[in-house]
Structures are given as structure tokens and as C-alpha cells.
């Protein structure tokens, strides 16, 4: 199955600009010159490639093409660079957690920029779904909690990232009249806690940890009152400041439970593992980059 370096383009502006018009302004020939193309595509792969709905959505197998065309971008404009003798700019987009992005990552990023002229287009994702930037293209490296490898990719695990659960001694002596002998599953219920976003699913395995530590049934239905703050920052503020109770880690908490301004409400931790998935290309730029983000993950803790 061969597609041409103008399909391939094609069907990344397609995809990226939504519409079949939008890809032919850019190209500078009409909408039927690019439907045509793409219909060329899915007679050559012998399935349907995009979904014509507004915007356009690309298939399962369409979704392999993108990641693909963008692959063959990317070398391409690798192979000139090298070709011309110049170091140039050299860009790598790369899908990162909230969390790490605040804690360790930046200091990777950083050397990059300085020492290597390699400039990070950094998309903010959860962990647990950057992997689907990989699976489109949009991203050729991520920071993910999926260890399953991305066809076309490659996986190994960073590290640990620890968690602890944690609220401000003020916020826990408003909300747990007991404390620190026991909380009760009624006060929880009624203690708001503080989520990043949506789809956020911490709060069920934080939830059953504060119940195990005071000797309670962790599998007890309820939910406590939930404040959404979508910034690892202003999330790691809002529950310093006693808003709610969360999940914060190391880094975000060391300092404050020393000096008793947090407090923990479970003694145990919850460790997530987070793991490195690039694509699966022969690349001086991801090689690099690779090695200067395990040398900034070597802090996870």
C-alpha cells in the first residue's frame, strides 16, 4: 500500500482544519481536488478513511494513516535539515500530565532549549489519556500511565510518581470533629475534596484509603462534594489554602507536612507508575530528548 508525500499532506490538513474546504484553501486548489484525493487514498487502503461529518473524524484505520502521515512529515523535514547542513530549529511535540509538567519535567525541557536547541511543543493531557495524542500523530512522545504499547511506538517505564493524601490542619479540624482518633463516613461524605478535572478518578482509591486508615468499610458508597480546579498549581493551592482535601505529590507536599500546614489523611501513599511511549523511528532529535527526560524523571519520587 503506497500513498504519495501530497496525499499524506493532504490528509493531515484534512484532519487538523476539519473540513475538505478548509485543507483546499491552504493548499490553493479546490474542494474537489482534495475530496478526490482522499477518495484515492481509501480506494488504494480499500476502506474508509475519514467520516464526512463536520468536522471530519478519521477512521480506526484512518487514525493509523494519520500518525503515519505525520511520522513521514516529521522525517522529511529531518532529512532536509540534516541534507542542508544546518542545525536549525528542531520542534518535538510531546503529550504531559499536569503533574509532571509543575514538579520535573521543565527542567528537561529547559536543557533542551539551551543546550541542544530542541524546542518542546508540550500538550497537556491526563495520564491516563495522553496515549490517544501518540495514536493520532498529534504527539510523537508522551507521558502516559498506559503501559500498552502504542503500535508503531515504543514503551519504558519512568518511574513512580507518589501521592499522598493530604488537607490543611485547618480544614481537617473544621471538617473532623474527631480527629485525629477517627474520621466518620458521614464527614467525609460532606468534606468537599478538590478534583483537576472530569476525569479525574482519583478520588475512589483516595476515598478508600482514608476509610482502610481509620479502620472503616473502604467499600462504603459515597461520594464527598467535588471543586474542580483544571491547573496543578492552583490545585496544590486550593487544598493548601483548606477548599478541599486531594491528592498531591511529593513535591507539592514534602515542605508543607513538615512544617504542619498539611496534614495526612491516610499514612499510606498511592504510587502511580508513569512511562515513556515514543514513536518507534530512527531520530537524533527523540533520541536526545529521551535521554533528558530520564535524566529529569530520575527525581520522581
Known amino acids: ?25 491552504l493548499l490553493m486548489v479546490s474542494a474537489s481536488a482534495i475530496s478526490q484525493r482522499i477518495k484515492a487514498m481509501e480506494q488504494t487502503a480499500g476502506r474508509v478513511l475519514i467520516k ?3 468536522p471530519v473524524v478519521p ?3 484512518g487514525e493509523i494513516v494519520l500518525r503515519i502521515a505525520r511520522q513521514s512529515e516529521y522525517l522529511s523535514s529531518e532529512l532536509e535539515r540534516e541534507l542542508g547542513g544546518s542545525g536549525g530549529e528542531r520542534t518535538i511535540a ?23 536547541r530542541i524546542f518542546c511543543d508540550l ?44 488537607a490543611s490542619a485547618e480544614f481537617v479540624h473544621r471538617h473532623f470533629k474527631q480527629w485525629p482518633k477517627q474520621i466518620t463516613v458521614e464527614e467525609l461524605n460532606a468534606a468537599p475534596t478538590i478534583e483537576y478535572d472530569h476525569k ?19 467499600t462504603v458508597e459515597g461520594e464527598s462534594p467535588s471543586v474542580y480546579v483544571p491547573s496543578s498549581p492552583d490545585y496544590a493551592r486550593a487544598i493548601y489554602e483548606g477548599i478541599g482535601w486531594g491528592i498531591l505529590p511529593t513535591a507539592q507536599c514534602e515542605q508543607q507536612l513538615k512544617s504542619g500546614e498539611l496534614v495526612l489523611l491516610a499514612s499510606e501513599p498511592l504510587d502511580a507508575p508513569l512511562y515513556w511511549q515514543r514513536w518507534k523511528i530512527s531520530s537524533e532529535v527523540l533520541d536526545v530528548v529521551t535521554s533528558r527526560v530520564y535524566e529529569a524523571a530520575k527525581t520522581l519520587s
Open 94 to 116: 510531546i503529550a504531559v500530565n499536569a503533574d509532571s509538567l509543575s514538579t520535573w519535567l521543565l527542567s528537561a525541557v529547559g536543557k533542551l532549549a539551551r543546550e541542544d
Open 59 to 61: 477512521t480506526e484505520t
Open 123 to 166: 500538550r497537556r493531557e491526563g495520564e491516563q489519556y495522553s496515549s490517544a495524542l501518540l495514536r493520532s500523530g498529534e504527539a510523537m512522545a508522551a507521558i502516559t500511565s498506559d503501559p500498552e504499547t502504542i503500535p508503531g511506538c515504543t514503551v519504558e517505564k519512568l518511574g513512580n510518581v507518589r501521592y499522598w493524601i493530604a
Open 52 to 54: 464526512r461529518t463536520n
Open 200 to 218: 479525574d478518578v482519583g478520588q475512589k482509591s483516595s476515598r478508600a484509603l482514608i476509610l482502610k486508615n481509620f479502620g472503616l468499610d473502604e
Open 1 to 25: 500500500m503506497r500513498f504519495t508525500a501530497e496525499q499524506l499532506r493532504t490528509f493531515v490538513l484534512v484532519v487538523e482544519f476539519g473540513t475538505f474546504e478548509a485543507a483546499a484553501d
